[in-house]
C-alpha cells in the first residue's frame, strides 16, 4: 500500500518525496499498528493520518482541541478535493445536520471533532453504524499532566478509543519530553505501540535571546529589518497587547491584537486578517496560535518571557512552517521570571513542583551560553550533533557583543554636521550610501566630503545605528519635521571625547563564507522578485474571492519556484512544490498564464534544463544531492562524515533521501563502511529480504536485538541501492 501511498503524496499533494518518518508512519498505521507520532511542527504530522485516511475503507476520526484548528485543516482538505467535515458549536443546526447526512450516506473520509464531542451520547449515535477504520488523536500531550497544555477531557480518550476495537490510533504532537511520551502511551493503553519521533531541530530558525531594555525600541529595531514581513509578537498579558499594539500603529505598521479581553467576533476578525495577509502582525496572549497554520510567518518576538520551554518551543514552532528562515527573538529579564513565580506560587502539590521544573528548564536555555540548540533538544530528549548551530546568537556571538561604534557613529555625526542638521536618517543614511537620487542632486549633497564614505553598512544598518544614538542622546530628532541634530554628548563623541558601544542586530541576514544564507536554497536566492510579487498578488486576488487564506492555494515556496524556473506547460508546472494534479485543476492554469505573460514580456525562457533535473531528483535537498555525488565519487560514508563535521547517521540520511528519488548510488560502500562481519551481513540481507527493508523495527526484533540501528540502516541503504540495479 506504500506505493499508493506515495501517489497520493505526488498527485494529491503535489509533493514529490516524504518528509523525514513520514514514510516509516504511514507503513506502520496502514499495517493497523497502534502509532506515536513525536514530530516538530511544520515536520509534516497531518499527512501521516491523512494519507492513511484516504487509502482505508472506513472513516478516519480526528480528535482535535480547537474549532480554530478544525476549520484550518478541513478547508486545506477541501482544496484538495477530500471530503472532510467537522461536528462543533460553530456550525448552524442546518450546517450540523447536512454534515451528520454526509456521514450516514458514506460521503466523508475524515472527521475532525473535539473530545467533548466526542463523548456526547449523540455523537455515538451517529457514529454507531458507522465504519472507523482509524482513530486519531492531534496535540496528544494535553492527554498528561507533565505536558503544558493538560486537558483533563483528554484523558477520556482512553476510553471512548475501545468504541473503535478495529480502528488503528495514532497519536502525534510536536511538543513531548520522554516522560511525556511515556504518558501518553500508559493512558492510551498503546502497549503494542511503535513510537516515531523525528528530530525537534528546526534548522531554519534563528533563535536570540536578549536582555529586555526599552522593549519597544528593541521591537521597532528588530521590525525595521523585515517591513512587510508576516509576525507574531507575544505578550503576556492584554494590557500589554494593548499597549505594544497601540504603539505599533502609530508606528506606521500593519497590525491586530488578540486577546481574550476582546469579543469573540473580534478576535476572529483579526485572526482572520492576519492568516489572509490583509495585516503583517499579530499582538497576542498566549491564547493565539494553536489552530493557525500559516506557513509565511517570517518573525516570533516573546516581548515577555513564556512560562515554560514546551510553549517557547510550540510559539517559535509556527514560524517558518513553509521551511525558509524565519527569526525568533526573546526579550529576557528578572521581572518577568519574578511575575511567573508569583503566579507558581499560588499552585499547591504536584502542579507546583511541575511548574517549578518547568521554569527551572526554561532560565537555563535562556542563560546558557553554548549553542542554544543543545540544552532546547536535550528538554525533549535528543542530543545535538554538532558543535556549533550557526543559527542562534550564541554560536554567532560576534553578532551578540558590543562594539565598538565610535568611528561609523563620527561618520553619521559628521554628514548631520555638514548637511546644517536639516534632514533625517534616511536622506542621512543615502549621503553615506552614494546615493544620487533626486533629494541628494537637488541639496548638491553628492558633493560633500562624507558622500559615499559609508558603504560598509547597508542602509537598514544606518537606520539602526540612528535609533541607537538616539536612546544614548546623541543625537535627537525634531518632532515637527523628524530632522537629526547633535546634543552636547554627540559633541563629545565627535571631539573623540567619549566613545559609542553597542550591538546592531545583523540576524535578519546570517551570511555564510560562501555568501549564502544558511537555509537558503538555490531557489530562495535567486527567485525573479518580480514576477514573484505579481504571483503573491494573483493568490491574493483569487484568495479574496473564494474567500480562503492565500496560503491554501500555494505556499511561498511554489510561488518561489515558479519565480525562478518559469514554467510554461502544464507538465512542467506540476512538477513545482506542491501544485499535483488536484491544485493545478483549481488553480494552476491562472498562475500558468501569468506566468508566461511575464516570460514574453521580459523574453525570458523556461529553465527547462533545471526542471529536468529538478523533476529527477525531485526536492532532494541540495546537500543530499552534493553528498551523493561526492559518494558516487569515490568517497567513503567516514570519509564525508569527516569533511562535512558531521556524524555518520548524518551522511546516510543523506544518501538515504537520494536513494528514495530513485537515483543510482554503487553499492560497495555501504558494506565497506559496515563493521558487522561477512556472514553477519548476509544474515541481515537474508532477513531484509524476507521481511523487508522499510520497518527496521521489524528487522531488528527478528534479529533479537543483536544489531545495531546503525548498522542495519547501512544493509538498509545496500538493499535500497540493489534494487536500483
Known sequence: MIAEAKSILQNTFGYNEFRPLQEEVISNVLNKKDTLVIMPTGGGKSLCYQIPALLFKGITIVVSPLISLMKDQVEQLQQYDIPAIY???????AQYKANVKKLRDGKVKMLY??????????????????????????????ISEWGHDFRPDYRSLARVRKRFPTAVTIALTATATPRVRADIRDILEMTDSNSFIASFDRDNLFLKVADKSGPLEQILDFLYTRKGKSGIIYCFS?????????????????????????????????????????IDIIVATIAFGMG?????????????MPQNIESYYQQIGRAGRDGIRADCLLLYSYQDTQKI??????????????????????????????CRRKPLMKYFGETYQHKECDMCDNCLR?????????????????????VGEKFGAHHIADILRGSKNKKIIQNKHQEITEHGTGMEFNKEQWIQLSRLLMRKDVIKVSSTFKTLSITKEGKKVLSKKERVLGILDRTSATIDEDGESK??????????????????????????????????????????????????TEETMQ?????????????????LIAVKRFCIEKKIEERSKDIEVRSERGSTSKKSFSVAQEYQNGASIEELAEKHGVNTASIINHLKNYLKEKQDLRTDGFLEASELSEDKQKKVIDVMGRKGHELLKTVYEELDGRVNYGELRLIQLYCMATERR
Open 341 to 370: 513565580k508569583y503566579f507558581i506560587n499560588k499552585k499547591e502539590g504536584k502542579e507546583e513542583k511541575i511548574a517549578r521544573e518547568h521554569l527551572d528548564k526554561l532560565v537555563h536555555f535562556i542563560e546558557t551560553d553554548r
Open 113 to 142: 471533532v473535539a473530545p467533548e464531542t466526542l463523548m456526547l451520547d449523540k455523537t455515538n449515535d451517529i457514529l454507531k453504524d458507522i465504519k472507523v477504520s482509524c482513530f486519531t488523536i492531534d496535540e496528544a500531550h494535553c
Open 398 to 418: 560576534m553578532e551578540g557583543e558590543k562594539e565598538d561604534l565610535t568611528e561609523v557613529a563620527k561618520k553619521f555625526l559628521s554628514t548631520i554636521d555638514s
Open 238 to 278: 492584554r494590557r500589554q497587547v494593548d499597549e505594544l499594539y497601540s504603539d505599533l500603529l502609530q508606528e506606521g505598521y500593519s497590525v491586530r491584537p488578540y486577546h481574550a479581553g476582546l469579543t469573540e467576533e473580534e478576535r476572529t476578525r483579526n485572526q482572520e486578517a492576519f492568516i489572509r495577509d490583509d
Open 292 to 304: 493557525i497554520n500559516k506557513p509565511d510567518v517570517r518573525f516570533v518576538i516573546h516581548h515577555d
Open 87 to 93: 461536528l462543533n458549536s460553530s456550525l448552524t443546526p
Open 519 to 568: 537555509t537558503d536554497s538555490e531557489v530562495e536566492i535567486n527567485y525573479n522578485q518580480e514576477l514573484y510579487k505579481i504571483l503573491r498578488q494573483k493568490r491574493k486576488d483569487i484568495a479574496d474571492v473564494k474567500r480562503i487564506p492565500p496560503y491554501m492555494i500555494f505556499p511561498d515556496t511554489t510561488l518561489m519556484e515558479m519565480a525562478y524556473y518559469y514554467p510554461q
Open 575 to 591: 512538477i513545482m512544490y506542491g501544485v499535483g494534479a488536484a491544485k493545478f485543476k483549481r488553480y494552476g492554469e491562472e498562475f
